[in-house]
């Protein structure tokens, strides 16, 4: 999806929709319109809601690159160390240019992420069912 609808996301998003949010999936999109736009501690708290409902490996890693975006390096290091001790195979972010993988996380480990915009074109078309802002029903 495109920045565009990132945008779109973040710009709908309420913090009241998280506690009734479960779908993996759609927790990982609004994560990442919410970083698109620069919504550092409200992605944070998306990646910890999605640690709750699914594998926690790649929130986990998602919650470190938000602290250190935050300033709060000793929290990011926390969380690469618990991402660590959780499956992480190889997940690819192709719209970031990142392959998170346990190597990864070591890297994060010697060094803070640093941001990384979003390749994707602005005008990608938008999905149109279980999207973050057309969260499926509860």
């Known amino acids: 999806w495109g920045t565009n609808y990132s945008g779109k996301i973040a710009a709908a998003y309420s913090a009241e929709?998280?506690?009734g949010l479960s779908n993996y999936n759609a927790l990982l999109r609004l994560g990442f319109a919410l970083y698109d736009s620069q919504r550092y501690s409200d992605a944070l708290n998306v990646f910890r809601r999605m640690e709750e409902v699914g594998d926690p490996?790649?929130?986990l890693v998602w919650?470190?690159?938000m602290l250190d975006l935050l300033g709060q390096r000793p929290a990011a290091l926390a969380a690469y160390r618990k991402a660590l001790s959780a499956p992480i195979g190889e997940h690819w972010h192709d719209q970031y240019g990142l392959v998170v993988t346990r190597a990864y996380v070591e890297e994060?480990?010697?060094s803070p992420f640093t941001r990384v915009e979003n390749r994707s074109p602005a005008s990608m078309p938008e999905p149109s069912t279980n999207s973050p802002s057309n969260p499926p029903s509860r």
């Open 17 to 19: 929709w998280l506690p």
């Open 57 to 59: 490996g790649v929130p």
């Open 108 to 110: 994060r480990l010697q």
């Open 63 to 65: 919650q470190g690159h």
